[in-house]
Each structure stands twice: as C-alpha cells, then as structure tokens.
C-alpha cells in the first residue's frame, strides 16, 4: 500500500494542476488532486470552450479519471483557486455519488496563498442526491 499525501502535500498537487488549466473565458484556473482509496492520486483541471456549456470542472475532470482508469472509493480531495472557492453544486453532486448517503469525503479548499479550509461533503451539500432515493 502507498503511503497517502497529507492535506497541505494534496494542495500543492492541486496547485500544480490549477497552472495547467485551460480558462482563457473567465479567467479562473482550477486545480484539483483527488485521493483514491488505492492511494492514487488523480489530478484534474478546468478545460474551457467557447460553448460555454461544453466546459469540464477540475474537480469533475479528477472525478473522469479517477472512474475510467478503474477507481470509484475516495478519501479526499484538495481544490485550488484563486480565491478559495469551494466546488460548485454540480461538482459537489457528481463527488457525493462515489461518497456514499454519510458524505464523509474529505474536501480540502485552498487558496493560491496556502489558506485552507477543510469541510467534509456532507456539510457542502447537506442532504445531497444518492442512489438509495431511487427505491
């Protein structure tokens, strides 16, 4: 077994990520380095297009490949902005389903000067969409 990244080492692979973004539109590079529970760390950036629809989150790009190359359990997750911003509400959804109904994943949201504020995913999106409401 692979011994895991703290949070502040999650960070900085975060971080590097963020400087690998494609935000030419809003200005607003994302970072996001996601801890499976292999130990792995899937690392992600936002990817802009001019059909703003079409755009892909940082934290939904580590979530893509974290699934295609064969891992869906998940211990944490660092996000690196600008600003601190937390994920946004589809970010958040598409984390929860590999959470499980606890949304005890760790989620670690920084900013590009090291202030970080660690919530679980439970608190960021309290009684969130799960497969057991689908009966």
């Not at 949070?7 to 996001?32: C, I, K, T």
């Not at 660092?78 to 994943?105: H, M, S, W, Y």
């Amino acid at each position: 077994m692979t011994q895991r990244p703290t949070d502040l080492e999650l960070v900085e692979m975060a971080r590097q990520a963020r400087e690998r973004a494609y935000a030419p539109y809003s200005g607003f590079p994302v970072g996001a380095a996601l801890l499976g529970r292999s130990g792995r760390v899937y690392l992600g950036c936002n990817v802009e297009n001019a059909a703003y629809p079409l755009c892909t989150c940082a934290e939904r790009t580590a979530v893509i490949k974290a699934v295609s190359e064969g891992e869906r359990e998940f211990e944490a997750i660092a996000v690196v902005t600008a600003t601190g911003a937390a994920p946004c509400g589809a970010c958040r959804q598409i984390l929860r389903e590999f959470d499980g109904p606890q949304g005890n994943l760790r989620v670690i949201v920084a900013d590009t000067t090291g202030h970080l504020r660690p919530f679980t995913l439970g608190q960021l999106l309290p009684e969130g969409f799960t497969s057991e409401q689908l009966g």
